[in-house]
């Protein structure tokens, strides 16, 4: 198991926006020298993130980002999924099957093993929120 890049940032500047909320909006250049993140991959970032509806931003002098619920009720799993859809990268178990796979329709029994991986990461990962890491 193995999380993008993508998707390791943008847990840490979602810790981050935690570490601010209430304050009102926070630059992404205050995020991204925190967390030593560039600039412009933030920017990246942090589009599936307002997309999926986790981040909001305010335009003007004093805009940025900011959380759209409190910390305690945003999890892990939230903001991992906002980035790449699925928690696990086999395709029997996973959400997003391309191409299926050929034994779908075929007893496996290895598929009960996959089965239960994704089940405990996704009970795992859901079970933590930024305030936890906060």
Request: a neutral charge.
């Amino acid at each position: 198991m193995k999380f993008s890049a993508k998707e390791q940032y943008a847990l840490r500047a979602m810790v981050e926006f935690s570490r601010h909320f209430g304050e009102g909006p926070v630059s992404l250049s205050t995020v991204a020298q925190a967390e030593a993140i560039s600039l412009a991959y933030l920017e990246h970032v942090v589009v599936p993130l307002r997309t999926a509806g986790l981040l909001d931003s305010i335009r003007g002098a004093r805009g940025g980002y900011r959380l759209t619920r409190s910390p305690g009720s945003i999890t892990v799993g939230e903001v991992i999924r906002a980035l790449g859809g699925t928690l696990v990268s086999f395709a029997c178990v996973s959400d997003a099957e391309d191409p299926p796979c050929a034994r779908t329709d075929i007893s496996c029994a290895a598929r009960q093993v996959w089965e239960r991986v994704r089940d405990k990461l996704a009970e795992a990962l859901d079970s933590l929120t930024l305030a936890d890491l906060c």
